[in-house]
């Protein structure tokens, strides 16, 4: 059966390649909308996701980790003293103002801790060390940045908040979901450049528990002594912060329209071009009948018809998108093609053409085998 379906798909040739061309541009479409989305969530939960932080305690109601609001520094004695956390360290996270070399003003979004080493920020140093930051007027910067400010290199000397800084590491990786770059600083240092907003401020406090203690019971009784704060784990943390860029930037919507219209072509051109192959082959489908076969059977050789297109329409769709993906790992494009993305894509098209296929079988259903005699 399955060399009698692909013998009557490959019949007209150029329609196939249509057929599969359409697949492979839908399969693409969806792929690399689903990647760059995929990327840009990553970006944005990037700090989360790789720091050692077990719990993170921010001040009430903040929508994601760029928008932090400050609260008091001297909650973090509170933290400590609470049983069950192993340590506990606060965190600035804050819009600066850079001048670049050439007098214009742009910004970074600083990360000041006092111990980077220890909550695994950054965590891809390119060149330098995190123990730099604390020894004076240094600062480091992720690599991404040199997109947006031009060439950067350790040595260089930046004003920061209008005061002169050295860079002293680049990282890699950081990225933040408005691309604004991500530097890293001294905690005392980031309340020195903006003392107006940070001064005796912090804007999170990262929280690790001790081997054995219980996440909910620790968190609870952090929630009971900060009854201003919001107490999460890295993965609530996170969660937040992806479902704020979703919502109030319409990329949800924007990958849902993208996916409708990618299934919506791959659907139309299968369903065209297996309706008029079927339409040409009346004959062979009657013979198929008047030797004993069932609708079954020819709803069978329909639904070869439509994986063998599906198959190869995606495998030509993935490659250009996969190709993408590591073109855009070399630079600072985020995209994110997961092997769970690409297995869904792949049942999806196969369902989609299956669905397809009902179309052409409810003509063929009512095939007379009779028709097979008829000159």
Same mark, same amino acid.
């Given at each position: 059966?399955?060399?009698?379906?692909?013998?009557?798909?490959?019949?007209?040739?150029?329609?196939?390649?249509?057929?599969?061309?359409?697949?492979?541009? *839908?399969?693409?479409?969806?792929?690399?909308?689903?990647?760059?989305?995929?990327?840009?969530?990553?970006?944005?939960?990037?700090?989360?996701?790789?720091?050692?932080?077990?719990?993170?305690? $921010?001040?009430?109601?903040?929508?994601?980790?760029?928008?932090?609001?400050?609260?008091?520094?001297?909650?973090?004695?509170?933290?400590?003293?609470?049983?069950?956390?192993?340590?506990?360290?606060?965190?600035?996270?804050?819009?600066?103002? %850079?001048?670049?070399?050439?007098? *214009?003003?742009?910004?970074?979004?600083?990360?000041?801790?006092?111990?980077?080493?220890?909550?695994?920020?950054?965590?891809?140093?390119?060149?330098?060390?995190?123990?730099?930051?604390?020894?004076?007027?240094?600062?480091?910067?992720?690599?991404?940045?040199?997109?947006?400010?031009?060439?950067?290199?350790?040595?260089? #000397?930046?004003?920061?908040?209008?005061?002169?800084?050295?860079?002293?590491?680049?990282?890699?990786?950081?990225?933040?979901?408005?691309?604004?770059?991500?530097?890293?600083?001294?905690?005392?240092?980031?309340?020195?450049?903006?003392?107006?907003?940070?001064?005796?401020?912090?804007?999170?406090?990262?929280?690790?528990?001790?081997?054995?203690?219980?996440?909910?019971?620790?968190?609870?009784?952090?929630?009971?002594?900060? &009854?201003?704060?919001?107490?999460?784990?890295?993965?609530?943390?996170?969660?937040?912060? #992806?479902?704020?860029?979703?919502?109030?930037?319409?990329?949800?919507?924007?990958?849902?329209?993208?996916?409708?219209?990618?299934?919506?072509? /791959?659907?139309?051109?299968?369903?065209?071009?297996?309706?008029?192959?079927?339409?040409?082959?009346?004959?062979?489908?009657?013979?198929?009948?008047?030797? /004993?076969? !069932?609708?079954?059977?020819?709803?069978?050789?329909?639904?070869?018809?439509?994986?063998?297109?599906?198959?190869?329409?995606?495998?030509?769709? *993935?490659?250009?998108?996969?190709?993408?993906?590591?073109?855009?790992?070399?630079? $600072?494009?985020?995209?994110? %093609?997961?092997? &769970?993305?690409?297995?869904?894509?792949?049942?999806? $098209?196969?369902?989609?053409?299956?669905? !397809?296929?009902? %179309?052409?079988?409810?003509?063929?259903?009512?095939?007379?085998?009779?028709?097979?005699?008829?000159?």
């Amino acid at each position: 059966m399955v060399d009698l379906a692909l013998k009557m798909l490959l019949h007209e040739r150029l329609r196939v390649a249509i057929t599969v061309g359409g697949i492979a541009f *839908a399969v693409m479409l969806v792929l690399l909308q689903a990647g760059l989305f995929g990327g840009l969530l990553a970006n944005a939960t990037c700090t989360i996701d790789q720091s050692a932080a077990d719990l993170w305690i $921010t001040s009430r109601n903040t929508p994601n980790v760029d928008f932090a609001n400050p609260f008091p520094e001297s909650r973090l004695q509170r933290v400590r003293s609470t049983p069950g956390i192993a340590r506990a360290d606060n965190l600035i996270v804050a819009y600066m103002s %850079i001048t670049l070399p050439s007098g *214009a003003q742009d910004r970074v979004l600083a990360y000041a801790l006092e111990d980077f080493a220890d909550w695994r920020l950054p965590w891809r140093l390119v060149e330098g060390d995190r123990d730099s930051f604390r020894r004076g007027r240094f600062f480091g910067l992720d690599t991404s940045a040199s997109t947006r400010f031009g060439a950067i290199a350790v040595g260089d #000397r930046r004003e920061i908040m209008g005061k002169r800084l050295e860079l002293v590491a680049l990282s890699a990786e950081a990225r933040s979901f408005s691309t604004t770059p991500i530097a890293f600083m001294d905690f005392r240092l980031a309340q020195d450049l903006s003392p107006y907003n940070l001064r005796g401020n912090t804007s999170y406090v990262l929280v690790r528990l001790e081997r054995g203690a219980g996440i909910d019971t620790v968190r609870n009784e952090l929630q009971r002594r900060l &009854p201003f704060n919001d107490v999460l784990t890295r993965s609530e943390w996170a969660e937040r912060t #992806r479902a704020y860029w979703i919502k109030n930037t319409g990329l949800g919507i924007n990958l849902a329209v993208t996916v409708f219209l990618g299934c919506l072509i /791959g659907m139309a051109i299968v369903a065209q071009t297996l309706y008029a192959a079927t339409l040409e082959h009346l004959k062979e489908f009657g013979t198929v009948k008047a030797i /004993g076969g !069932s609708n079954f059977d020819i709803y069978r050789l329909l639904l070869k018809q439509a994986a063998i297109a599906a198959v190869a329409g995606f495998c030509l769709g *993935a490659l250009p998108a996969l190709a993408v993906r590591h073109f855009a790992a070399q630079g $600072t494009l985020a995209f994110v %093609i997961t092997a &769970p993305l690409l297995i869904a894509v792949f049942a999806g $098209t196969l369902l989609l053409c299956a669905a !397809s296929a009902v %179309i052409s079988f409810r003509r063929v259903a009512s095939i007379d085998p009779a028709l097979v005699f008829r000159s």
